[in-house]
C-alpha cells in the first residue's frame, strides 16, 4: 500500500538556517504529493504541493520538487524564521479511485531566534 | 470567514457517553473528510463523503457514525465512548474527489475521554 517516510525529529534550528526536511513515498500509481504544515493549537494548512513528477512546488520561500526517480519530495526553505516553528506532514494522494490521503508521521521544528 | 469549522473546539467526557461534533465548509466543496490525531500527532482518515455518499470507511469501529446532511456539513456521532478514543478530530473538505485537489482543514475538536 502507499506510505510516506519522515526523516525522524524534532528539528531544532537558529533564525535564518537553511532547512531540508525529507520525505520519501511508496505508491502503486502516480500520486500527487504534499506538505502540510501544522501550527500549534491549530488545524492543518497546505503549504505547497506538485501533482506530476519534476514540479516544483513553492510557497512562503520554501520548495519541494516532485522527484520521482528517488520517489522523493523533499522540503527546502533557505532562511528560517521563528514563525516558521511548527509540524511539518509530507503526504501523497494516489491516482486510484478512491484513494485516500496518507500522511507521513510529522517532524517538529523549532526555530530559535 | 472561516472556511472548515467545527463544533466544539475542546470536548471532555466520561467513559460510556454519546457525543457528536459537527463540521460546516462554506467553501462549495463536494468532498468532507474526518482525521483523527493521535497523540503522536500521527494523521488517518476515517471518513470521506462526495455529495452526502459515503467514499471511505477507515475501518472505525461501528461505534462512529458520520452523517452528511447536506454537502456543507459532514457530522461525526460517537457511541459509548472509550478511553483510547481521546483524540483530537479533523474535519476537512476538497472540492471534489480528484488526487490531485487540496484538503482544507478545520481547526480540530480536542477530545478527552474520562
Known amino acids: 500500500g502507499d506510505s510516506v517516510t519522515q526523516m525522524e525529529g524534532p528539528v531544532t534550528l537558529s533564525e535564518e538556517a537553511f532547512l531540508t526536511i525529507n520525505c520519501t513515498y511508496t505508491?502503486?500509481?502516480?500520486?500527487?504529493l504534499f506538505w502540510y504544515v501544522q501550527y500549534p493549537g491549530e488545524g492543518l494548512q497546505l503549504l505547497l504541493k506538485?501533482?506530476?513528477?519534476?514540479d516544483k512546488g513553492s510557497n512562503k520561500g520554501f520548495e519541494a520538487t516532485y522527484r520521482k526517480e528517488t520517489t522523493s519530495f523533499h522540503l527546502e526553505k533557505g532562511s528560517v524564521q521563528v514563525s516558521d516553528s511548527a509540524v511539518y506532514f509530507c503526504?501523497?494522494?494516489?491516482?486510484?479511485?478512491?484513494?485516500?490521503?496518507?500522511f507521513g508521521k510529522g517532524i517538529t521544528l523549532s526555530v530559535r531566534p | 470567514d472561516t472556511a472548515v469549522s467545527q463544533t466544539p473546539k475542546y470536548l471532555v467526557t466520561q467513559m460510556g457517553n454519546d457525543k457528536s461534533i459537527k463540521c460546516e465548509q462554506n467553501?462549495?466543496?463536494?468532498?468532507m473528510y474526518w482525521y483523527k490525531q493521535d497523540s503522536k500527532k500521527f494523521l488517518k482518515i476515517m471518513f470521506s463523503?462526495?455529495?452526502?455518499?459515503?467514499?471511505i470507511n477507515e475501518t472505525v469501529p461501528n461505534r462512529f457514525s458520520p452523517k452528511s446532511p447536506d454537502k456543507a456539513h459532514l457530522n461525526l456521532h460517537i457511541n459509548s465512548l472509550e478511553l483510547g478514543d481521546s483524540a483530537v478530530y479533523f474535519c476537512?473538505?476538497?472540492?471534489?474527489?480528484?488526487?490531485?485537489?487540496?484538503?482544507?482543514f478545520g481547526p480540530g475538536t480536542r477530545l478527552l475521554v474520562l
Open positions: 503526504a501523497l494522494r494516489d491516482t486510484g479511485a478512491n484513494s485516500k490521503l496518507t
Open positions: 505508491a502503486t500509481g502516480y500520486p500527487s
Open positions: 506538485a501533482t506530476k513528477a519534476d
Open positions: 467553501l462549495g466543496h463536494d468532498t
Open positions: 463523503y462526495n455529495n452526502k455518499e459515503l467514499i
Open positions: 476537512a473538505s476538497s472540492q471534489e474527489l480528484s488526487y490531485q485537489e487540496t484538503q482544507y
